[in-house]
């Protein structure tokens, strides 16, 4: 258990600009990692295992892409609790992302706005941190797993941008537990039309290739000694601004590609739960409690179209234990937070680990 409640900590944090906070948090938790200052946010890891994509997840929560994009902090916040954590975005090249101020709270709605861009320090910065990371040495038998979210850099032409992921999959293919195709930010021009029927086959057909060259390649691992052929899991981020039709296009296409599994959802641009509120029509990717229904919907709508064995991480609006368990009830095998880390603090990952844990067990 943290021995700082972080109610003190968010009421803090809470009275600084956003991004500033979010700077402060990040390099604070990038120093104290495996040190004694770990104590103030550690949680004990709930033991629940599941099996998916060909890994063995040591619990169901796990941390979603975009706090940590430069892969700073990764054993910080393996020391929440989480069974797993995914970092990135991260593109070939550095970039500032867009202009400040870009990222704002609606407390009333426990929601944030975020129009980042994919900040980041690039592929070689990124590489170099996960490699520091030392979160497979401990709990070896069920190590947390590492997920790497690979995008676009901005300037990189719509039309170019697989040669982006590409880039970015040969580079993180042999540090990765699984790797996460970002297709759906709303922060990146044109992002979200590689999310369309013909932009989506060309990109998933070149990374499928990608991939089936890349695991026939003796490559090294941090998880295992010398160099290994290793096929490693693609999970594809979407967005929650679909229909069931566009919904039923992807996962077809997942499945055509041979992708282990998917990830819903992203940030959504509707503002329909937040009109009124102070920089409710900020543009950017609204997240929050009020994505929960709207992922639930598109997690609903994978499940009864890719079938019942079929990966799928449920995110978005995850504000609580009960929030969590509706991801599972809904159809997903595992969750993700974010938002809710930012309301709620580090103990949210014991108490939704836990919670998902005692449905399972009704069942």
């Not at 042999?174 to 039309?193: E, F, G, K, M, W």
């Not at 009864?304 to 609580?320: E, K, N, Q, T, W």
């Amino acid at each position: 258990m943290s021995l700082i409640p972080y109610s003190l900590t968010r009421s803090f944090l809470f009275g600084m600009d956003p991004e500033a906070a979010h700077h402060l948090t990040m390099g604070m938790l990038a120093k104290g990692q495996r040190t004694p200052l770990q104590w103030a946010w550690c949680q004990t890891r709930v033991d629940d295992p599941v099996e998916l994509a060909g890994l063995r997840f040591p619990n169901r929560v796990g941390m979603a892409a975009g706090l940590d994009k430069n892969a700073r902090c990764i054993d910080a916040l393996g020391a929440m609790g989480f069974g797993f954590v995914e970092v990135g975005t991260v593109t070939p090249k550095p970039q500032p992302g867009n202009p400040k101020p870009r990222m704002f709270r609606l407390p009333e709605a426990r929601a944030l706005i975020n129009r980042l861009g994919f900040n980041n320090d690039g592929l070689e910065a990124f590489i170099h941190n996960v490699q520091r990371a030392q979160f497979r040495k401990e709990h070896r038998a069920t190590p947390m797993l590492l997920g790497l979210n690979i995008g676009k850099n901005a300037s990189t032409p719509i039309e170019n941008a697989t040669s982006d992921y590409l880039a970015c999959l040969d580079g993180v293919y042999p540090h990765a537990d699984y790797v996460t195709v970002n297709i759906s930010s709303p922060n990146t021009q044109n992002l979200r039309a590689l999310q369309s029927d013909e932009a989506l086959d060309a990109l998933l057909g070149a990374i499928a290739e990608r991939r089936e060259w890349l695991a026939n390649q003796e490559l090294p691992h941090a998880g295992s000694a010398g160099r290994t052929k290793r096929r490693v899991p693609i999970f594809v981020k979407i967005a929650p601004d679909l229909d069931e039709v566009q919904v039923g296009v992807i996962a077809s296409t997942l499945q055509r590609h041979g992708m282990d599994g998917v990830i819903a959802t992203n940030t959504t641009i509707a503002r329909d739960a937040v009109q009124g509120m102070p920089h409710s029509a900020e543009t950017g990717g609204l997240s929050g409690a009020p994505v929960l229904e709207a992922s639930n919907r598109v997690i609903r709508q994978l499940r009864a179209a890719l079938g019942r064995d079929f990966p799928i991480v449920g995110v978005g609006g995850i504000m609580s234990a009960k929030d969590a368990v509706s991801k599972i009830e809904a159809g997903a095998d595992v969750v993700q937070i974010y938002t809710g880390l930012i309301y709620e603090g580090p103990a949210l990952v014991e108490q939704a680990a836990k919670a998902i844990k005692a449905s399972r067990t009704k069942r």
